[in-house]
């Protein structure tokens, strides 16, 4: 089980629904990519000035290294 924890800062697009998917890498290995959509602490994830908690499964791939987020192209 992972946590991550994401602080927004200023967003002026607070409004707007957007997909966030985020892989976490090691020196080794890298988890699947995954969907930010629901945050422990709250429905609507990603406001500005707030600090929110996401969980995911995925497999051990022991200490984190390196973070990747992205958007979906459109």
């Keep these: 089980l992972y946590e991550l924890m994401i602080r927004t800062r200023s967003n002026a697009d607070e409004h ?3 997909a ?4 976490l890498f090691s020196k080794d290995n890298e988890t699947k990519k ?3 959509r629901f945050a422990g602490n709250t429905i609507h994830p990603f406001q500005s000035n707030r600090t ?5 499964i995925d497999r051990d791939i022991g200490i984190v290294g390196a ?7 459109e």
Excluded: G, K, M
């Excluded at 966030?20 to 892989?23: A, G, L, N, P, R």
């Excluded at 929110?52 to 995911?56: I, P, S, T």
């Excluded at 973070?67 to 192209?73: M, V």
């Design 16 to 18: 707007l629904d957007s």
């Design 20 to 23: 966030v998917f985020v892989t």
């Design 34 to 36: 995954n969907l930010l």
């Design 52 to 56: 929110d908690r996401f969980y995911f």
């Design 67 to 73: 973070i990747c987020s992205a958007l979906p192209i």
